[in-house]
């Protein structure tokens, strides 16, 4: 993750509380498998209920992308908060991993009323979520 990343998203995270907000990564993996995470575009969330779940808008998914392509970068995974939670996946994240593939990294942002943060990534093995290490840090 580039320098100063992680407190740009630290705020996002806060000023999207009490609901889940949620956005595409920006960056690079290469032929090693490391994950390199640049920008962070966030994307509107259609969810009914945005205090426990999120939607990714379509469109914005299509904004980034084309954002992306004028940087040389991919989108490369999604972050998204969990209010009063743990950075976990949720099993709602289980039931929709696969439609992202392998490559894809999930960082997840605990956030709760104090504006405490805690950040983890994660990357769906196909069967199960796997801790990412030094994404974070």
Do not use: K
Request: glycine letters at 8%; charged letters at 15%.
């Amino acid at each position: 993750m580039r320098d100063g990343l992680a407190g740009e998203l630290a705020m996002w995270a806060r000023s999207g509380y009490p609901h889940e907000v949620v956005a595409l990564l920006l960056g690079r993996i290469n032929d090693a498998d490391v994950i390199a995470i640049e920008q962070f575009v966030p994307v509107a969330n259609q969810a009914h209920d945005p205090l426990t779940q999120f939607v990714l808008d379509p469109q914005g998914w299509l904004t980034a992308d084309a954002h992306a392509h004028s940087l040389g970068l991919e989108i490369i995974g999604m972050v998204h908060t969990h209010p009063d939670a743990q950075p976990q996946p949720s099993l709602a994240d289980v039931a929709s991993a696969d439609l992202l593939g392998t490559r894809f990294a999930y960082l997840v942002i605990a956030v709760d009323a104090n504006g405490d943060i805690a950040m983890m990534a994660w990357r769906w093995n196909g069967q199960a979520f796997c801790e990412l290490r030094n994404v974070c840090h």
